[in-house]
């Protein structure tokens, strides 16, 4: 078989001279003379709300808006003197806010996508009780496990990332460091490199270490809304394994591994017995019912000592003097930090474009893309990929 691509096959939007940011996207479009974009980007985000979600339509939806608005960025005036990887750059801009306000719209949108992030995830902790490396025949020369979990970290690293690209490049970086792996292995202690025969083992493996929450919404998300003439060549080969290896542990069995079958069915229970027995315990802790111990902790005299009585009497609290009986004051502290917060940073943020931009003429468009879209980087080329 053939083995993985290498690392310098990657088709990249920035040249290694510097990279363009999304601020710069966003900039662009704050000129006046894209009020015509920004009105067709606006007017496409706020028309996704009319529909009840379906992710296929929606995809197609999205694709289609993507080539309408690469053939008007082409040839609008803005872009008339732009090279092929400023176009690029913005089109990547483009995909990046415009997913990064749909995300709540579009990932997870329909119950099944739950259910199924749920099933595989649930079966990931059954299966990380017993499942070794040489159940997937993974020889002892590829046995690292520094790589993997370096590999595991990457990968854990989706859910924090709203755009397409920048969570189809968390499976890139996993996928390098597994590929980094073999070809290591191959060079210091002469292992014929197997292709897909060593990689995908290996990919399984640490897919099943790292249990990356809701791996089948993500999958699907990128499948969906990452532009289709960026999901090739690397970028393609390295998801196509990734679904791969969510369908072989969804499906995977005593037959799937070098292991008895009994041994698995065996283990499987002893597993599923073992979380029932956790979670029993759980609903039957009095600690955790909320009842607690009526000896005043030493974090609680902290809270009454304190003259005047402090509004976050936890900030000295040690992680063991917490008690199940803490979490509802915690709770109402931390909504009362975050509304704060929140309000705080709108004013700063009014005051902070009132004295640093120059006043535009109103409109219903010109200051739709003025602000970065919440939970984003800076950088839209956070790191090289497609």
Request: hydrophobic content about 35%; glycine content about 4%; overall charge negative.
């Amino acid at each position: 078989m053939e083995a993985a691509p290498s690392s310098s096959s990657t088709s990249t939007s920035t040249s290694s001279g510097g990279s363009v940011t999304f601020y710069d996207f966003l900039d662009r479009m704050r000129n006046p003379a894209s009020l015509d974009l920004v009105r067709s980007i606006k007017s496409f985000i706020v028309s996704f709300s009319f529909y009840t979600p379906n992710p296929d339509n929606d995809g197609k939806k999205v694709q289609d808006f993507y080539l309408s608005m690469e053939a008007a960025i082409m040839e609008h005036p803005l872009w008339a003197a732009a090279t092929f990887e400023e176009l690029d750059s913005a089109m990547e801009g483009l995909e990046k806010y415009v997913m990064t306000k749909l995300f709540s719209r579009t990932f997870a949108s329909v119950p099944e996508d739950a259910k199924i992030d749920r099933e595989v995830s649930e079966k990931i902790c059954l299966l990380q009780t017993f499942l070794k490396p040489e159940h997937l025949d993974i020889p002892a020369v590829l046995h690292n496990e520094a790589s993997w979990l370096l590999a595991e970290k990457e990968l854990q690293k989706i859910n924090t990332f709203k755009a397409p690209r920048e969570k189809l490049l968390c499976i890139m970086n996993c996928c390098r460091v597994i590929n980094n792996l073999l070809l290591n292995a191959s060079m210091s202690e002469n292992h014929a490199l197997a292709g897909l025969d060593d990689f995908l083992p290996v990919l399984i493996y640490v897919t099943i270490k790292a249990n990356p929450p809701q791996l089948h919404s993500n999958l699907k998300f990128i499948q969906l809304y990452r532009r289709q003439a960026k999901l090739v060549s690397e970028a393609a080969y390295y998801f196509t394994n990734l679904v791969s290896a969510k369908t072989f542990i969804v499906d995977l069995n005593g037959k799937s591994l070098s292991m008895d079958e009994i041994k698995f069915e065996e283990s499987m229970q002893a597993a599923r017995l073992t979380q029932t027995n956790r979670a029993t315990q759980i609903e039957t802790s009095p600690t955790l019912q909320g009842q607690t111990d009526p000896t005043p902790t030493r974090m609680h005299d902290k809270e009454k000592d304190t003259s005047g009585g402090s509004n976050y009497p936890y900030m000295d609290a040690e992680a063991g003097e917490l008690t199940v009986g803490d979490v509802e004051r915690l709770l109402s502290l931390y909504k009362d930090v975050v509304t704060k917060y929140t309000s705080l940073y709108k004013v700063v943020r009014h005051l902070s474009i009132s004295k640093t931009e120059t006043p535009v003429p109103h409109s219903e468009g010109t200051s739709f893309l003025l602000t970065q879209p919440e939970g984003t980087n800076t950088k839209i080329d956070h790191q090289k990929g497609n």
